[in-house]
């Protein structure tokens, strides 16, 4: 069966960096788009950025360039989402999705809770 | 940025009713429209995806068409379990943006 495996909640201050991860397994992980969303209390659903662990292409959403750093370790199928300088504005809930050919989301990760605080 | 509205933000039902949710794109999209399901505390989950083929698992109740800009998710008979967030998104430009959302009521 396909899963993703997303790392545990992470309570941080402003300024810190933090890398939070997602576990492939069930699927040729090379295979498929990663994808990272981002969901704020109270808000909807926001695509920041899609990686292809294969050969590591990645493609930011314009508000997310710059912000975070999308990687991906096929040696353990494993895909990444790093700050470098944490803000209090990103305080949310982070998933991980598999994007399909047509590029839908068909399985996604449990969800990382990050909450930084100022 | 395409942009992906939604209609209504919130809609209130009974259970057995059918409902419509409506999903507009600033641009074509040809049938690149995905619709997804979210509840409080647990991941998104994929209900339709290219407009109108229904994911593997999930319930003939639900259903989707539209072609072009304009697209809707009907539920054709309301479950309890069905009371949640629905969240169309386009995926054909990246970024692959979603709609803002309408909350199901009871």
């Known amino acids: 069966d396909v899963q993703l495996v997303q790392s545990g909640t992470e309570v941080k201050k402003a300024g810190e960096s933090l890398k939070i991860s997602c576990k492939a397994s069930?699927?040729?992980?090379?295979?498929?788009?990663i994808a990272w969303v981002r969901e704020m209390a109270g808000e909807g659903l926001e695509l920041m950025g899609i990686i292809y662990p294969g050969d590591s292409e990645t493609r930011y959403s314009p508000s997310f360039q710059g912000q975070v750093t999308i990687s991906a370790d096929t040696s353990i199928t494993t895909a990444y989402l790093q700050w470098s300088s944490l803000r209090a504005s990103d305080t949310a809930t982070y998933y991980c999705a598999r994007m399909t050919g047509d590029n839908s989301l068909d399985f996604w990760g449990q969800g990382v809770l990050v909450t930084v605080s100022s | 940025d395409m942009q992906m509205t939604q209609s209504p933000s919130t809609l209130s039902a009974s259970v057995g009713d059918r409902v419509t949710v409506t999903c507009r794109a600033s641009?074509?999209?040809?049938?690149?429209l995905n619709w997804y399901q979210k509840k409080p505390g647990k991941a998104p989950k994929l209900l339709i995806y290219l407009a109108s083929n229904l994911q593997s698992g999930v319930p003939s109740r639900f259903s989707g068409s539209g072609y072009g800009t304009d697209f809707t998710l009907t539920i054709s008979s309301l479950q309890l379990e069905d009371f949640a967030t629905y969240y169309c998104q386009q995926s054909q430009r990246i970024p692959y943006t979603f709609g803002q959302g309408t909350k199901l009521e009871i």
């Open positions: 641009q074509s999209i040809n049938t690149y």
């Open positions: 069930g699927y040729s992980f090379s295979l498929y788009w």
